[in-house]
């Protein structure tokens, strides 16, 4: 569990911080300044946050008790003393709570597939448009073979079997050494996406910044709002008790990334600097994921057992304390 929710999020700040730092950078670099829609930018930071905020509430929820709730098995005999506060109860309600946020979650991206499909349809597909007549190799990308329904069929097949071997590998991977945190937020988003990546850099490049900025919006704002609530349902479905109860490392990450994100696009306008930032910030948010303990470690938010400190006592201590604990609730 720990690596999938480490992948749910690390494919949403490769989106955000390497993939849309490399357009800004290149693009800058070809283009001294480059201006993108304002309508691109503004829903997808504003569902970006929306998802953010729903992400954030079971872990936030979790933080907030967790420190008044406690293991079942402590004092079994003294009666129903924090009957409403153990972890197992915690658990149950972080869990529902994830559930049902997963559910809204997905109603919001129904949401913004329809305002897309509908209300805004002309207005997106003029700014996509634009953009594609200002290709500055427009004249060969039109000459080039397109792939046919079978081409994409196979390539298809090929991908999805990449990725059951991956999965397959990912027990090797930590055995190597690798920590569980960098293979889930760093390595695998990066081989995951490195196709969609190097498109969008060269979109950049072109000057159709609107382009491979919704590539990598898009993206990003699919798995907040479909892909990690449709896990979590699968997982409801198949009865296992997946959740959306992150590390607060890890969702420290992705707020402070959409925070950072929506700063530089507020102004409509990129260039090579932003890029460069935003790319800095990704190497040291890899750099801090290489050192971060494995969840049997670090278990600041419940992704691992709760330690149990075994006290030895008298059995004469121990009924003294019954009773005292008895005289309390009379």
């Known amino acids: 569990m720990p690596v999938i929710q480490a992948a749910i999020l690390g494919s949403i700040l490769t989106n955000l911080l390497l993939c849309l730092g490399l357009c800004f950078f290149f693009g800058g670099i070809r283009h001294a300044s480059q201006k993108f829609h304002a309508i691109v930018s503004e829903v997808g930071s504003g569902l970006l946050l929306v ?3 729903g992400l ?57 597939i329809w305002f897309c499909a509908s209300s805004q349809h002309s207005l997106f597909d003029e700014v996509i448009e634009m953009d594609e007549h200002r290709d500055a190799d427009r004249h060969e990308d039109l000459r080039k073979p397109k792939f046919t329904m079978i081409a994409l069929a196979v390539s298809l097949v090929c991908v999805t079997l990449l990725l059951i071997f991956l999965v397959g590998e990912i027990e090797h991977v930590v055995h190597s050494g690798v920590p569980d945190q960098f293979l889930g937020l760093i390595l695998l988003p990066l081989v995951e996406k490195a196709a969609e990546h190097l498109t969008a850099i060269d979109e950049a490049r072109d000057g159709m910044i609107n382009v491979a900025l919704y590539h990598c919006l898009g993206p990003s704002i699919q798995t907040a709002l479909f892909n990690a609530p449709l896990v979590v349902i699968v997982a409801w479905v198949m009865g296992k008790p997946l959740d959306l109860n992150f590390e607060i490392f890890m969702i420290g990450l992705l707020v402070l990334s959409i925070l950072v994100v929506g700063n530089f696009l507020r102004d409509g306008e990129s260039n090579w600097l932003e890029g460069a930032l935003l790319a800095i910030v990704y190497i040291i948010i890899a750099i801090a994921c290489w050192y971060y303990p494995d969840p049997d470690v670090a278990t600041s938010n419940g992704l691992g057992q709760p330690a149990i400190v075994q006290v030895a006592m008298t059995k004469d201590l121990l009924d003294q304390l019954q009773q005292l604990l008895r005289a309390g609730e009379a």
């Not at 009957?83 to 709570?97: N, P, S, W, Y």
């Open 51 to 53: 998802a953010a905020f």
């Open 56 to 112: 954030l509430i079971p872990s936030a929820f979790f933080s907030a008790l967790k420190s008044e709730a406690l293991p079942a098995d402590i004092l079994p005999d003294v009666g129903p003393l924090h009957e409403h506060f153990t972890r197992a109860k915690l658990d149950a309600d972080v869990l529902q709570i994830s559930r049902v946020a997963s559910l809204a979650l997905m109603l919001a991206f129904a949401l913004y």
